[in-house]
């Protein structure tokens, strides 16, 4: 991959963010601006859920010793920007051709076209690709409860069939990716988008969304209806100002599969809506340092999604109802 800097990161980020909403609109629509994203193949109309099921009735017995755990594993439930669900690697020898297609073909349904292709970049540039990355099954396919889980360097991906109404995607997200200036990494769009919300505030909504030092990535536990959430609620902007927060959700969401983001938007239905979240921005960590905020946050009582862009991008999501 070239490290060399894009045409995007050599003219101001400044003015660069003000093409931030063109460009988070085409995403968040479907209508790609960036031709190096065009989609190679098409996504398949069988679900993810049935080609998982394809992948387990294909391993032997001694390939589900390594990658096959109960449910109720704890490994379900971790979360971290680079571990390994299993012990062996999609490219092991392990594994055949065609059960490696199976997992690329999991991979594929579970985002969308251009969600696919910045994720095989991402993974080509952090890992040398997905060969490099894990998977689990916990449960078993055609059950009340399983799941499939990939992991690597910046990334935790599942794909439950939304067997667990509580918990969006089945659980936590990671996404991230190495490269060190973050007007070339494949998810500044998102830092562009969130931007034009705090670009938007008048003097004193910015004094409630700006914040100095932002918590830990890690720190996405649902707080639920009683929860105390940093920065802006969403119910204390203009209905121009709340437009642009439902752009920024959407095209935060935009790299996934159209019934995941539908079972995200059912769950912040069930919880309140647009107006319970909260947006804060944080001072530290300002790439370049021009007051374009690289790290920021969005949450509420069943959302959380914090976006670190320095040194490289670390984000980590969780969506659900707290039990």
Same mark, same amino acid.
């Given at each position: 991959m070239n490290n060399d800097r894009s045409f995007a990161s050599q003219i101001a980020r400044r003015d660069f963010v003000k093409l931030g909403g063109a460009v988070a609109a085409g995403v968040a629509t479907g209508g790609l601006l960036n031709t190096r994203f065009v989609h190679a193949a098409g996504a398949s109309n069988v679900s993810a859920e049935s080609v998982v099921g394809e992948l387990y009735a294909s391993l032997t017995d001694a390939q589900k010793q390594v990658v096959c755990r109960r449910y109720d594993h704890a490994d379900r439930s971790k979360i971290n920007a680079n571990w390994h669900v299993s012990k062996v690697t999609i490219g092991d020898s392990l594994f055949?051709?065609?059960?490696r297609i199976l997992v690329d073909q999991i991979v594929r349904n579970i985002t969308s076209s251009d969600g696919y292709d910045r994720l095989q970049e991402q993974m080509e540039y952090d890992d040398g690709g997905m060969d490099s990355y894990s998977f689990a099954l916990f449960g078993e396919p055609g059950s009340d409860q399983f799941q499939f889980e990939m992991t690597g360097r910046h990334l935790t991906m599942r794909a439950d069939g939304n067997h667990d109404d509580k918990a969006a995607f089945g659980g936590p997200l990671v996404y991230g990716h190495a490269q060190e200036y973050l007007p070339d990494s494949v998810f500044f769009y998102q830092t562009q988008q969130a931007n034009e919300v705090?670009?938007?505030?008048?003097?004193?909504q910015a004094k409630l969304a700006l914040? &100095? &030092?932002a918590p830990s990535e890690t720190a996405v536990q649902l707080q639920g209806e009683g929860g105390r959430f940093p920065g802006i609620g969403v119910d204390q902007l203009s209905a121009d100002q709340k437009e642009l927060v439902q752009s920024t959700l959407k095209t935060l969401l935009a790299p996934y599969r159209e019934s995941d983001v539908e079972e995200v938007m059912e769950i912040l239905k069930s919880t309140g809506g647009m107006d319970q979240l909260h947006m804060a921005f944080y001072q530290e960590e300002d790439v370049d340092n021009d007051q374009v905020w690289d790290i920021w946050r969005v949450e509420g009582p069943s959302l959380v999604w914090h976006f670190r862009g320095a040194p490289h991008v670390h984000a980590y999501i969780n969506i659900g109802v707290k039990a």
């Open positions: 055949s051709k065609h059960q705090f670009q938007a505030l008048d003097p004193e914040r &100095k &030092k």
